[in-house]
């Protein structure tokens, strides 16, 4: 109980952790207890904070700044008119007709699986019988979790228009009044809050070049493999090209995870015949071209964790806030990081002034 005590002394005597702690447990009471609430605000703020990254790119210019947001913003609707009218209607097509063909593709599964015993005699027509029920089991639940996902979305119409309306809004003027804004927030701390600002000042580089190099991977990867299946003339090619991009998000499990759809619907569609491997073949290099080129030219330096740091941070903030906490589960972990780098800074200071 005293080493407790003498712990608690120490950390509560600097001033400077007790701003930093207080700062963290506000903004976490505030997200926690009316983040579904504030979700527009909190995702306006995110994309404003990778946008003004091209804002301070044409500042440097000597734009004046009005004039580079006023850019930075029309190339955002731009995209997110096209995103909307072009790609939102291809994709809807896709998982319409994927879930159209569902039971097609598991009676082709089935199909094929029975035929395994004959070309490897290891396994058993037991055996292979219990794969395919679990296989119907799986997909009929699947089929169920769409269902009641289109049925709730219905439901949800409202808060898309929300979303679409207020959202450009609020990241033109996080933009436009950025310092405003910062210097408003500012003013609710105490004069000298140096440790938390040295601690923002890490988070925002290194999460902010993290989520960057992230988007444009997601892009590429996407691109490529979207190129790939549409040459070779896949099914669903850009459903499965989107997944794929999206999967470079999660670290180590991602690829794994969203591979298995993608073989599963060549194999249906072709068999192993040539085009099933050649088309598996460019798969796989755009993946080692991902993982030993994309990864090191975008993300070197950008953060600095364990692997096993980044899938328990993975693991922890998904399973709290679902996609976006995959999301930004690594730069989370670098909050963490520098918190506790700071934390330790200031004991080795105390204890070597003392």
């Known amino acids: ?3 407790f005590r003498q712990w608690l002394q120490t950390v509560f005597s600097d001033t400077q952790l007790v701003i930093l702690f207080l700062v963290l447990v506000v903004a ?12 527009p605000v909190l995702a306006s703020v995110v994309i404003s904070f990778l946008l003004e990254g091209l804002v301070r790119f044409l500042v440097t210019f000597r734009w004046p700044r009005l004039l580079a947001v006023g850019l930075v913003f029309g190339l955002f609707m731009l995209f997110l008119a096209v995103l909307i009218l072009a790609l939102v209607p291809l994709l809807v097509s896709q998982i319409t007709d994927l879930i159209d063909n569902i039971p097609w593709i598991v009676s082709k599964a089935q199909n094929a699986l029975t035929h395994l015993p004959r070309q490897y005699p290891i396994l058993t027509d037991a055996q292979v019988q219990t794969v395919v029920d679990s296989l119907t089991v799986q997909f009929s639940q699947y089929g169920q979790q769409v269902l009641a996902f289109s049925l709730s979305s219905v439901r949800s119409v409202f808060s898309f228009v929300v979303y679409m309306v207020l959202m ?3 990241v033109f003027f996080f933009l436009k009044d950025k310092d405003v804004i910062l210097d408003w927030l500012s003013d609710f701390l105490p004069k000298d809050h140096t440790l938390a600002s040295k601690v923002w000042m890490d ?10 190099g992230r988007i444009w991977e997601v892009l590429i990867v996407w691109t490529a493999t979207y190129a790939c299946f549409l040459f070779f003339g896949l099914d669903y090619a850009m459903l499965l090209s989107l997944l794929v991009g999206l999967s470079v998000i999660i670290p180590y499990i991602g690829a794994v995870v969203v591979t298995a759809p993608v073989v599963i619907i060549a194999y249906i569609q072709w068999g192993f015949d040539a085009q099933f491997t050649w088309a598996m073949i460019v798969y796989f290099v755009i993946q080692v071209l991902d993982a030993n080129l994309l990864v090191p030219l975008l993300l070197s330096g950008a953060v600095n964790l364990h692997p096993i740091a980044s899938i328990t941070a993975i693991l922890v903030f998904g399973g709290i806030w679902g996609f976006w906490g995959v999301f930004f589960a690594i730069p989370l972990a670098s909050l963490m990081q520098s918190v506790l780098g700071a934390w330790k800074f200031r004991r080795m200071g105390a204890v070597a002034r003392s």
């Open 28 to 39: 976490c009471a505030i997200i926690l207890s009316v983040g579904n609430l504030l979700a």
């Open 203 to 212: 988070v925002k580089t290194q999460a902010g070049n993290y989520v960057r």
């Open 1 to 3: 109980m005293e080493i």
């Open 168 to 170: 450009p809004i609020m």
